[in-house]
């Protein structure tokens, strides 16, 4: 082996990088690759944003969301919101600093997670335009305006132009310039970004102004705000050994038994007690400060032995039933649709999470093309929708893991049908730092699948439903084709008018029809139980 | 609205992150999703370091991996290599800093890029287990061991139990323990993992033991190091106009013009001075300390309009032809291959890479089911398998997007083939952190697609030459059957002996037979051309 090189030259070079500048290396793992899905992705971490800080502030959202072509290739976005603004002292940090947020650590569920996406905007803005975010923001206390980057090699805000404005100025406009983007009509554009934000939050007003000019105008579907999600404690089965750990060694607590009914959700004394004697040579009296990892791991295999009360949905926050159905009447004007809501469940172990799911059929439902209408799945993460990276997100493992034929639709591919699936979670798995995706988690998926195969059912009964009107129908215009011939026979035995046998066999065929379309639609009603189903009945008899 | 909550209550609990605490919180990101995927991803993480350290040293790279079964769903993974080992005193800086890297920054091709994965190990080990790693290194100077853990909320390194070793210790060792993992024999798993990675670096011997203790040995292929790719000035076409100004501003030339020289590949005075006349307006005299943004875009454009030479293979380090040929014989040992290594190309505007591509056809190529062969597509990225993401990666998305039927193979899924592809680049990009995929860019598909397309072409020679012997073969057995009737026939017309007759006619058609085919054979070689197929010939004739 000739000119072996040594390990002092071979690592001389070692570097320790920012947060910013991996990211201003790899945006792509951001959400920015192609250009249409760059500039969406601007919308969504925006727009997102504003969603959770007016629900935070008790506000109804109204949202403005205006896209400008610059250049080829260069677009301008604004996003403007009714929401609580954001304080002076820590714009910077706020959208100028990767990693940093108030949601990462606390145990509630929002739709940003991570204090990545607002920065990856301005970080983007810098690196495709060379020019800084332009703020403007008005809090209670007093309104201004600054622009922003990052300094990349420190992952530090760089604040200019400060200075304030006009105090009635309420909320927050954020307006960037970005390069290496394009502004497309497609399923994967603004347009159909923001359709599917609203179709997910009933409760928000949101206008977007396309390039074009054209105003699109979003109408809340609800005037209530969703019910705000608690910031709750851990669930005991949520918590792994090395959290567990973590929450020790922090803990205030001077006793393990004390520091486990502080930190846990559903964790009395009794349950402590019921923990000990299946650890028993674990010294609960012990500083939690002083809890080793081995004595954590059989505490948290205990915590697998117990039962426990499941989670409860306080830290979620979940479209609900009622608003879904508001949503896709008010958007989707379907023939048909079945709503359900689950009850939360856990995955790894027992991080909790729920979902919603919805099918429309007819209507506006599916998708509209040259070749008739296609089916159409609308994925949401915390009520977020999500666009890209479909094909490895658990909501889609789950819709093509069912069998469609079973429930009445012979191609989901060629039906008019739109099959909505929210998962909702204080922690979702996202699959990829862009949040595109949900991850394959077994339990996810299950619970996905069960949702849906709900909603089938009741899509089941409506689809026969449909079929024996449509067998009814053709019967009865067969008939109908007799009636002139029977009623010529009748006559010639009975000596009755053709006229009144012709007048009296038809009212006789119509009533038996009519009753047994409505029988139909009784039995489709009764069967539904709790679930909403909701068929519009008209539609047989047209 | 009632209740509302203003900006300073919302944002009180605002914290910045650190990149550790980040990626404990989203290991999935890092490739930690699913008991199997994440055993496989720390296999993945230590090999790839071991092989580039090997190539940076000039070593022959001799890898063990060892993994053994400690508890249920815990497992330890022991990685040694022969490679130069790591200086004591940036140990915890290269495997227990996220972010810390030697790679990053420099414009070479390595399979590591960015720092993340043998760090994201230690991280995983520590947050499954509570464990340390276990490191022995032994460089030209000294060795040693220790325990490395990482700082979680400072991203800095725990160093414990550092001593010294016997000196004749060369090279590194890894051993760590990880929970929440599994080993399985899939497609996903590591046994597989390793034998695509010795299909990749023929150079390597690896050696496998799994947890039933079975060693699986796989041997070099050949016995030269692949041709080590060397640190090169970016290429100007590879440059945008953030990349442009952050050149300048840290540059120590004095004027634009030397600048430009300075710091890209090809560009020499000439094309400065072809530069200046299209961009007339900056001053190429100008201090590049003070170049701004919009003249820096001018300067990019122009990149843009002028002809460059095309970015050399230099940086560059593919598997090479010969050596993807030796290999495949050696693991698949197939009837039929074909392999193209294609020119340079680039993406992007201008980041080089370059495609390879083999197609293995019979023998052990595909994947043996029990229900018959199937069609298997091993992607690699730098000479790294990618096992994991396949449906979001160019490479899936070039091959799938083929006419097979073209090609002579009637369905991909259930035929005895195996395509391989290697895309390599000094900056490949990933769709994501974990670097299972490489994004979808129009570029890298189109050229993989060109690659496979060209492989494929002699594939399809082979088969219809296959689909001819095979026509010929019936005949002859055909023609064969009948021999001893007609032997008997001719014996009554003529009175010669019937024994002689059928010799002579078994004679005449076993020639004329072999003729056909040998044809068949030479024709195929002739249009073959200079790319590398190679059909094995005795096949027909069995």
């Known amino acids: 082996m000739t000119n072996v090189v040594d390990a002092d030259t071979i690592f001389k070079e070692l570097r320790t990088h920012s947060i910013s500048e991996f990211f201003r290396k790899n945006s792509q793992m951001l959400g920015y ?163 599917r934000t609203a179709l997910s939050n009933p409760h928000a007003s949101i206008k977007l102004i396309e390039p074009d000019g054209k105003e699109n105008i979003f109408t809340r579907s609800v005037l209530e705000l969703p019910k705000k999600p608690k910031i709750t404690k851990p669930h005991p089965l949520g918590i792994g050994t090395n959290d567990l750990v973590e929450f020790a060694h922090m803990s205030e607590s001077r006793k393990i038994s004390s520091f486990l009914v502080d930190t846990f959700s559903r964790l009395s004394q009794n349950k402590v007690d019921e923990l000990q004697a299946l650890v028993s040579d674990v010294d609960f009296g012990m500083d939690p400060k002083k809890l080793a990892w081995s004595d954590a791991e059989k505490i948290v295999n205990a915590f697998r032995q117990v039962k ?17 159905e508001a949503t896709i009447k008010n958007i989707l004007n379907p023939q048909f649709m079945s709503v359900v809501e689950r009850r939360p469940k856990v995955f790894r172990g027992g991080i909790p999470f729920v979902v919603e799911a919805g099918i429309a059929y007819g209507g506006n439902a599916g998708k509209t093309t040259d070749t008739g209408a296609r089916g159409v799945t609308l994925r949401f993460a915390n009520k ?97 084709r007799y009636v002139s011939q029977l009623a010529t026979n009748l006559n010639e035995i009975t000596g009755i008018k053709k006229e009144e046998i012709e007048k009296q066999l038809k009212s006789l065929i119509d009533t038996r029809y009519r009753k047994l379309v409505e029988d139909e639609a009784r039995n489709n009603a009764e069967s539904d139980g709790e679930k909403s189903d909701y068929g519009d009945g008209e539609e047989g008899e047209g």
Chains 1, 2 share one sequence.
């Open 33 to 195: 690759s192609g250009k249409v899905r760059s500039l969406t992705t601007v919308v969504h971490e925006y727009s997102s944003n504003s969603l959770d800080a007016c629900e935070e502030a008790n506000i109804l959202p109204e949202i403005l969301v205006e896209v400008r072509e610059i250049a080829e290739d260069k677009y301008s976005v604004k996003v403007k919101d009714n929401g609580p603004g954001i304080p002076t002292k820590i714009i910077g940090r706020v959208l100028a600093t990767v990693l940093s947020g108030t949601k990462f650590h606390r145990y509630v569920q929002q739709r940003g997670q991570q204090g990545i996406g607002g920065s990856g905007c301005t970080l983007f803005s810098q690196i495709t335009t060379g020019k800084p975010i332009h703020i403007k923001s008005g809090t209670t206390k007093n309104a201004y305006e600054c622009d922003l980057t990052i300094d990349i090699k420190s992952n530090r805000p760089l604040i200019t132009n400060m200075k304030d404005i006009d105090g009635s100025f309420k909320g927050l406009e954020i307006f960037g310039e970005f390069g290496d983007v394009k502004y497309e009509s497609s399923d994967h554009g603004i347009f159909e970004y923001v359709r």
């Open 384 to 480: 977020v929708p999500l666009l890209f990276d479909g094909s490895i997100c658990a909501i889609t493992t789950a819709i093509n893991g069912i069998e469609w034929k079973r429930y009445g639709i012979k191609d989901f591919e060629n039906e008019p049908i739109s099959v909505m699936v929210n998962v909702s979670s204080v922690y979702v798995p996202y699959s990829g730092v862009g949040k595109q995706a949900v991850s394959q988690e077994p339990e996810i998926i299950d619970e996905i699948k069960l949702a849906v195969q709900d909603c089938a059912r009741g899509l089941q009964r409506y689809m026969s439903g449909e079929k024996n009107r449509a067998l009814h129908t053709s019967r009865y215009k067969i008939i109908m």
């Open 308 to 324: 426990w009360i499941v989670p409860d949905l306080d830290s979620l926050s979940t479209i609900g039933g009622g608003q879904i």
